[in-house]
């Protein structure tokens, strides 16, 4: 019966990968995607909140522009709001499915180089963790699938999870209102990049001071 679970969920998750990657392989012009998405009217913030839900879930697809594209389509507040919403829900459901059909499902997502590759990175620190999170710069899907097999609680992944994704959106968002009002452009992009260099620094100093000896004092 999970064998034909994981069947159902892996056809729906390629027919929707079908529709991301024919939007973010087209539609990559900024104009184009905001074309494209006030189309939809009213109901074009649930069309994007659910565009970044399945980017989450469908591990091979990269991550980042999205949340860029709805900082330039809605503004710096509400690009935040929205592409907050589809990564915690997108991170929600790759945990969850995770956490149900368990480790054949996740090897049928996730390529075996980059599952060797962040199985062996994943730390048990929680401000490691939420550091996945916070910076735009790791694979959040597949962070959240793996994760979905550990022994986390769910407590805490949530917590983690929910905090970490704030200033990663803000970050992202201010960048795509930077290309909406170029006057801003350069000092947004300075901003994100001086955010991303701290938590960078914070993280090479934790891992480092983790694999440090405790040396007792003579």
């Given at each position: 019966?999970?064998?034909?679970?994981?069947?159902?969920?892996?056809?729906?998750?390629?027919?929707?990968?079908?529709?991301?990657?024919?939007?973010?392989?087209?539609?990559?012009?900024m104009q184009s995607f905001d074309q494209f998405i006030n189309q939809f009217g009213v109901v074009a913030p649930l069309v994007v909140i659910g565009l970044i839900a399945a980017?989450?879930?469908?591990?091979?697809?990269?991550?980042?522009?999205?949340?860029?594209?709805?900082?330039?389509?809605?503004?710096?507040?509400?690009?935040?709001?929205?592409?907050?919403?589809?990564?915690?829900?997108?991170?929600?459901?790759?945990?969850?499915?995770?956490?149900?059909?368990?480790?054949?499902?996740?090897?049928?997502?996730?390529?075996?180089?980059?599952?060797?590759?962040?199985?062996?990175?994943?730390?048990?620190?929680?401000?490691?963790?939420?550091?996945?999170?916070?910076?735009?710069?790791?694979?959040?899907?597949?962070?959240?699938?793996?994760?979905?097999?550990?022994?986390?609680?769910?407590?805490?992944?949530?917590?983690?999870?929910?905090?970490?994704?704030?200033?990663?959106?803000?970050?992202?968002?201010?960048?795509?209102?930077?290309?909406?009002?170029?006057?801003?452009?350069?000092?947004?992009?300075?901003?994100?990049?001086?955010?991303?260099?701290?938590?960078?620094?914070?993280?090479?100093?934790?891992?480092?001071?983790?694999?440090?000896?405790?040396?007792?004092?003579?």
């Open positions: 019966m999970t064998r034909i679970i994981a069947v159902v969920i892996t056809l729906a998750i390629l027919v929707a990968s079908y529709w991301v990657l024919d939007v973010m392989v087209f539609r990559l012009d980017e989450v879930i469908i591990a091979p697809l990269p991550g980042g522009w999205l949340a860029i594209a709805t900082g330039y389509l809605f503004g710096s507040a509400l690009g935040s709001l929205y592409a907050y919403i589809g990564n915690v829900l997108g991170a929600t459901i790759a945990f969850e499915l995770a956490r149900a059909l368990g480790q054949p499902f996740v090897r049928h997502l996730v390529n075996k180089k980059k599952y060797e590759l962040y199985s062996n990175k994943l730390t048990t620190s929680k401000f490691g963790l939420a550091l996945l999170y916070i910076i735009p710069l790791f694979p959040i899907d597949i962070v959240s699938l793996l994760l979905g097999m550990t022994g986390i609680r769910r407590r805490d992944y949530y917590l983690i999870m929910g905090l970490g994704f704030i200033p990663n959106m803000l970050a992202l968002n201010f960048v795509g209102a930077g290309i909406a009002v170029p006057e801003y452009r350069f000092v947004m992009l300075i901003l994100v990049a001086v955010v991303i260099a701290y938590f960078t620094w914070k993280t090479i100093a934790l891992r480092r001071q983790a694999n440090t000896p405790n040396q007792t004092p003579r």
